[in-house]
């Protein structure tokens, strides 16, 4: 996970603002199953977590700031607490939703690449398992098999591999139900 760090305070208020991503670095030799054996998907998509902390006036609409510096104080005050106002995938609601869906075919293996860099996250893919899910993205250890909710700690990204056996619409979302 990489996020932008210019250093003190500007850190936490540009990973609140969405500055943050994954760099996902293959073996040599590809990914292995949990049997040791080489495992070719068909494709990856990367989501990318982001939570926001926007500040509300007393009416309780969110507020508008001239600048993004203007809001910096009133958004690190906000995010102390970690209860964010929005959490997002790739950015913006509906980002993988409605014309932006993430799609793949029947039979086909998908890689999901999922990160977070600031809160812990619990993704899950509605309708499938993970057939392999390497812990905190690292390819060298064994990864685990049939994992329902993928756990994410803040800082870090995990790939999980699905192969996809029937048509149908798969909901993949944050499985912490509170905020869901």
Not at 102 to 124: T, Y
Not at 135 to 156: A, C, K
Request: contains cysteine; charged residues 15%.
């Amino acid at each position: 996970v990489y996020h932008c760090a210019p250093g003190g305070t500007m850190i936490p208020f540009h990973v609140i603002s969405g500055m943050n991503g994954a760099i996902m670095v293959l073996p040599r030799d590809g990914l292995k199953d949990a049997a040791g054996k080489p495992y070719q998907y068909d494709r990856a998509f990367y989501i990318g977590e982001q939570d926001f902390y926007l500040p509300q006036d007393e009416k309780g609409n969110f507020k508008e700031y001239a600048s993004p510096a203007a809001g910096m104080h009133e958004m690190l005050e906000l995010s102390k607490g970690l209860v964010p106002t929005h959490v997002v995938f790739n950015g913006a609601v509906g980002a993988i939703t409605g014309d932006n869906a993430l799609s793949a075919k029947v039979g086909e293996k998908v890689l999901f690449i999922h990160s977070q860099a600031n809160r812990d996250s619990r993704p899950h893919l509605i309708g499938g398992h993970a057939d392999l899910y390497w812990v905190g993205g690292s390819f060298s250890d064994t990864p685990l098999t049939s994992q329902e909710t993928w756990w994410i700690p803040g800082g870090t990204a995990v790939a999980a591999a699905y192969e996809f056996h029937q048509p149908g619409l798969y909901v993949y979302l944050s499985h912490n139900l509170i905020e869901a």
